[in-house]
């Protein structure tokens, strides 16, 4: 049966130095039945230093990794940075990737891409004359320039040989912020030919598509409602969740994008919606990928995500949600067999 890999956020702890404080905490993540941690690989002014270390710290516990990276703008912290076009994005990502290879990760999660406002209706400027990654027009983009984008990574995945290992997170503030950019980049992108096709070749055929990390959270609030109530919501879904290659299994409500206790029958309608969604897409994932393991990160953080003053501590959320949905997601699958 498909292994369930339960993979422990670092969102909001402290390593230490040479990660002396996750040397500590990591056999703890071990005993509560943890396979591996999720990790940004920025630091707060450069990458996270010592990578081997903190690759040996993971070792020594059987940890597996899977790391955090970004096409541009790490943290999303002070002023958004003006003018920053696909090409930058591309060459940023570039340089993510390389320095994530280092952690010999078992999935590398980028949030990645632009916000989207719409096809351009510029009509001064020919597509035949204009390329797309060098556009200067503006610091947001077409979901044209999204998709040149995004065929652009799956080149750099292959000549780094993350082919397949690579998932883009549905996150606000990116190309795959709301369920309806989402669902037409990957419509658009799995038509795309990889140059590096003899580097793919002893990869299925499913992994060309463009894989991402399901945060539907995001989605939610970005459209301010569960996707369960129309006939469109639910079409969407359905083209987007064969493409979720790893789960940000994170509770959100239509106004906020994490649920400050989901054992709190307030959120009963939310909870209800998500563990359907994400049952569906783990069961999915095992019809469609036979011998690989489901990842999920029950990706809880500090405030402002988590309510100040909220009853119940982010951590505590995170490990008592891994532990639910990590028998959730078990029954779901043996009673699928």
Same mark, same amino acid.
């Given at each position: 049966?498909?292994?369930?890999?339960?993979?422990?956020?670092?969102?909001?702890?402290?390593?230490?130095?040479?990660?002396?404080?996750?040397?500590?905490?990591?056999?703890?993540?071990?005993?509560?039945?943890?396979?591996?941690?999720?990790?940004?690989?920025?630091?707060?002014?450069?990458?996270?230093?010592?990578? =081997?270390?903190?690759?040996?710290?993971?070792?020594?516990?059987?940890?597996?990794?899977?790391?955090?990276?970004?096409?541009?703008? =790490?943290?999303?912290?002070?002023?958004?940075?003006?003018?920053?076009?696909?090409?930058?994005?591309?060459?940023?990502?570039?340089?993510?990737?390389?320095?994530?290879?280092?952690?010999?990760?078992?999935?590398?999660?980028?949030?990645?891409?632009?916000?989207?406002?719409?096809?351009?209706?510029?009509?001064?400027?020919?597509?035949?004359?204009?390329?797309?990654?060098?556009?200067?027009?503006?610091?947001?983009?077409?979901?044209?320039?999204?998709?040149?984008?995004?065929?652009?990574?799956?080149?750099?995945?292959?000549?780094?040989?993350?082919?397949?290992?690579?998932?883009?997170?549905?996150?606000?503030?990116?190309?795959?912020?709301?369920?309806?950019?989402?669902?037409?980049?990957?419509?658009?992108?799995?038509?795309?030919?990889?140059?590096?096709?003899?580097?793919?070749?002893?990869?299925?055929?499913?992994?060309?598509?463009?894989?991402?990390?399901?945060?539907?959270?995001?989605?939610?609030?970005?459209?301010?409602?569960?996707?369960?109530?129309?006939?469109?919501?639910?079409?969407?879904?359905?083209?987007?969740?064969?493409?979720?290659?790893?789960?940000?299994?994170?509770?959100?409500?239509?106004?906020?994008?994490?649920?400050?206790?989901?054992?709190?029958?307030?959120?009963?309608?939310?909870?209800?919606?998500?563990?359907?969604?994400?049952?569906?897409?783990?069961?999915?994932?095992?019809?469609?990928?036979?011998?690989?393991?489901?990842?999920?990160?029950?990706?809880?953080?500090?405030? =402002?995500?988590?309510?100040?003053?909220?009853?119940?501590?982010?951590?505590?959320?995170?490990?008592?949600?891994?532990?639910?949905?990590?028998?959730?997601?078990?029954?779901?699958?043996?009673?699928?067999?």
């Amino acid at each position: 049966m498909t292994e369930i890999l339960r993979i422990r956020a670092t969102w909001g702890v402290d390593g230490g130095k040479n990660y002396e404080n996750f040397a500590r905490w990591f056999p703890e993540l071990k005993a509560r039945g943890y396979a591996g941690i999720e990790i940004n690989v920025n630091g707060e002014s450069d990458f996270l230093p010592d990578l =081997p270390v903190l690759r040996k710290v993971c070792d020594d516990n059987g940890l597996e990794i899977v790391v955090q990276v970004v096409s541009h703008w =790490p943290h999303a912290a002070g002023p958004r940075p003006a003018g920053l076009q696909p090409q930058q994005h591309v060459e940023y990502y570039r340089k993510q990737l390389e320095k994530a290879k280092e952690l010999r990760p078992l999935k590398i999660n980028a949030q990645s891409g632009a916000y989207v406002y719409s096809n351009s209706k510029d009509k001064s400027v020919s597509a035949n004359d204009v390329d797309i990654l060098t556009s200067k027009y503006r610091d947001y983009w077409t979901l044209e320039e999204s998709v040149q984008f995004y065929k652009a990574t799956i080149e750099i995945d292959a000549e780094l040989g993350l082919a397949g290992k690579v998932v883009h997170e549905t996150h606000r503030n990116r190309s795959l912020f709301t369920p309806y950019a989402t669902a037409h980049i990957i419509r658009e992108v799995p038509k795309y030919e990889c140059r590096h096709l003899v580097v793919l070749r002893h990869i299925a055929k499913h992994q060309y598509r463009l894989r991402i990390t399901g945060d539907f959270s995001h989605h939610v609030v970005c459209c301010e409602r569960l996707l369960d109530l129309g006939e469109e919501d639910k079409q969407l879904l359905t083209e987007i969740i064969p493409h979720v290659s790893h789960i940000h299994a994170r509770i959100g409500t239509t106004q906020g994008s994490q649920c400050p206790d989901p054992s709190d029958p307030t959120f009963v309608a939310e909870k209800t919606f998500f563990d359907k969604l994400w049952t569906r897409i783990v069961r999915d994932w095992s019809k469609n990928n036979p011998g690989a393991p489901v990842t999920f990160t029950p990706e809880y953080g500090p405030y =402002p995500y988590h309510a100040y003053n909220a009853v119940r501590d982010y951590s505590e959320v995170a490990d008592t949600e891994g532990a639910r949905l990590q028998n959730l997601f078990q029954a779901a699958l043996t009673s699928a067999n």
